[in-house]
């Protein structure tokens, strides 16, 4: 090992400075800690900035500088009129420019992902590489949106348990199933603006052109025994369809990469 990787290895991690940027009609709140080359956490849909690496300083001790923040409507940050990736991504690239950062490596998961491939696109010159966790969908409206309105009315009626009603029998591992249960309401609980997450809900994405991506990429996926709702097929034609990318996912019978901090930023962290 060279003398300066060990060094950067053995980065103790900083206070988190936070900090708040306007864009429009939206607030958007976050933190940032550390120092080096930056690397920008996007959260998933009905989650907040803590379930991206869920509270591992691992990239930060490596030499990186971590940015998280809520997405709109999500944890601290304000409601918002429009709920879609165009508004995400530039709401992104915002939080870039607040921060003074001209190029980031992205790390998304689920809806963050999604976010991350559609600044990726946007804005290729600002991303210098890509981690796409658990993407959830192929890009095509969703079939079932039904299900989707059916888990926003469902929030909205009876908060986190109410959502968790409109959600239905789980369609994970018996084994899994207490622990799926208890992080849902865990990070429904953690919205300042649980009726935003709601419209948030609504807004079913949509994403193409994954052929465009250019820079260097790597695919989490999970297993469909425990994460149905991040089904690894799409995981694995997000693979086939950016060039290049790199594919990984945890080992038979264990807890998805995505919901473990320390060991998925230990696989990004050689792209980072």
């Known amino acids: 090992m060279r003398l300066a990787d060990r060094d950067r290895r053995l980065t103790p991690p900083s206070a ?6 306007v864009r429009g009609q939206v607030t958007l709140r976050g933190e940032s800690a550390g120092a080096g080359d930056a690397v920008l ?3 998933g849909l009905t989650a907040t900035r803590r379930y991206v690496v869920h509270g591992s300083r691992a990239i930060e001790r490596a030499g ?3 940015v998280m923040y809520d997405a709109r409507g999500h944890g601290a940050s304000s409601p918002a009129g429009a709920y879609d990736y165009g508004e995400l991504a530039a709401d992104a690239i915002a939080v870039l420019d607040h921060l003074g950062i001209e190029r980031a490596a992205l790390v998304g998961q689920s809806m963050g992902s999604a976010t991350a491939v559609a600044v990726a696109l946007a804005h290729p010159g600002r991303v210098r590489s890509l981690a796409i966790v658990t993407p959830a969908h192929r890009g095509a409206p969703s079939p079932n949106l039904e299900h989707w309105d059916a888990l926003a009315a469902g929030l909205e009626r009876g908060g986190p348990e109410g959502f968790l009603e409109a959600l ?3 369609h994970v591992g018996e084994r899994w199933r207490d622990a799926v249960r208890t992080v849902i309401l865990q990070r429904l609980g953690r919205h300042e603006h649980p009726a935003a997450v709601a419209d948030a809900l609504r807004g079913i994405p949509r994403l193409e052109a994954l052929e465009a991506i250019t820079v260097p990429t790597i695919v989490v996926g999970s297993r469909d025994d425990v994460d149905p709702d991040h089904p690894r ?3 694995e034609e997000y693979v086939r369809r950016i060039p290049g990318a790199a594919f990984t996912i945890e ?3 264990e807890s998805p990469l995505a919901w473990r901090g320390g060991a998925l ?3 990004i962290l050689p792209l980072l």
Request: glycine share 8%; no cysteine; aromatic share 4%.
């Open 168 to 170: 239905g029998p789980m």
């Open 233 to 235: 097929e799409v995981a």
């Open 41 to 43: 956490l996007l959260h």
């Open 64 to 66: 990186r500088q971590v």
């Open 265 to 267: 930023s230990k696989e």
């Open 251 to 253: 080992a038979e019978g």
């Open 16 to 21: 988190a400075e936070p900090f708040e940027v």
